[in-house]
């Protein structure tokens, strides 16, 4: 049984900063790349941030220098820390984990496991 779970969603005002949590069950993901992906009412998925096996971050220009990704290997959990954040940002996030070469991270189709989402409000 492999599993995602999601956690840290809420309610935060515009330029409050929230941590979400991706708790990985099943097997060890040190060897996988994880990704976040979120997407609003209407709109397409969207990469957010991605920590590949090799450790190397890669961030969306929209995010960039507000967001930091960043993994616990030892307990098998990702984060994503987000500062500054702004009304653009509502969404629901995920995580993802997958095989995914450096070159590939931020597509989404390139990712095997999925977590449920954790809604993010930004209010302004």
């Known amino acids: 049984q492999v599993q995602l779970v999601e956690s840290g969603g809420g309610l935060v005002q515009a330029g409050g900063s929230l941590r979400l949590s991706c708790a990985a069950s099943g097997r060890t993901f040190s060897s996988y790349t994880m990704g976040w992906f979120r997407q609003a009412p209407g709109k397409e998925r969207e990469f957010v941030a991605t920590?590949?096996?090799?450790?190397?971050?890669i961030y969306a220009d929209s995010v960039k220098g507000r967001f930091t990704i960043s993994r616990d290997n030892a307990k098998n959990t990702f984060y994503l820390q987000m500062n500054s954040l702004k009304s653009e940002d509502t969404a629901v996030y995920y995580c993802?984990?997958?095989?995914?070469?450096?070159?590939?991270?931020?597509?989404?189709?390139?990712?095997?496991?999925w977590g449920q989402g954790t809604q993010v409000t930004v209010s302004s």
């Open positions: 920590i590949t096996y090799s450790g190397s971050s």
């Open positions: 993802a984990a997958g095989r995914v070469a450096t070159t590939w991270a931020r597509w989404d189709r390139y990712y095997e496991y």
